[in-house]
């Protein structure tokens, strides 16, 4: 990755022409699951928020954690467990979640749901609050913490731990205010420059892959040459008429005496075979 894209340099204008490659980067068989999470489920939470309290519903829960799977890791298991959250249990505890007192009071109670980690609670609270909260995805955490070393890019591997997502939310409130963008906005250039690093990683080991295979193709080819080669010599110098006749050929026309006339010449696999009509 570039310098002028590392997380605590992009500037205003970079940001701006990433993030404007989101919604072509997403495939577009997401797009009921975008729709749900980025925009009619934080409009239904608001909606209830200002008449008197938020809360998620088991299916919008349910919904969320699909969005999820189909951006990240896919755990089959995980729908499962959540669907063994009762719907009032859903709604209670999303609902304390939300009006927790610090992020580790709001973590902590949200992952009191079946088969809701950090990860995922952190996807509740961004939907909740997009602007100051980012969801634990993969690519905004590699982005945020990115080293230029093995290990340390895009195949950084993750916890997923409540301390992870802590310093991932004060890493995204130091570029919330140095370029005025919401946590929404930067999980979105993270996603574009995850899939884009990953493609390119994909393009070079495609490369690498296919070198070798040409150059092992060419060796070979090189080899059967050189080899029919030695095969025309060795047999030519079995037959020294013949060989003869392979230099004559070699030298270009030759001029026709009286005695060779009815002569015809016939080539066969190098060697020049003459017959008397």
Sequence with gaps: MGAQLRFDRISEDAFESILAQYPETVPSKLADLEEQRLSAIPARLQQRKAEDKAYLTKEEVATLVDWKLSHGTFRPSLKGLVQQNSEEFVEETTTVGFSGTSLNDSLNILTKLKGIGPATAALLLSTNDAEKLPFFSDELFRWAFWEDRSGARWDRKIKYSLKEYRELVAKVDELRKRIGRTALEAEKVAYVLGKQGANLRGAEEASKT???????????????????????????????????QKTQASSGPQRMTRSSKRQKWYYYRGLVISTTA
């Design 210 to 244: 296919s070198e070798p295979a040409e150059s092992t193709k060419t060796s070979v080819q090189a080899k059967r040459k050189a080899a029919a080669v030695k095969d025309t010599d060795e047999k030519a110098d079995a037959n020294p008429s013949a060989k003869s």
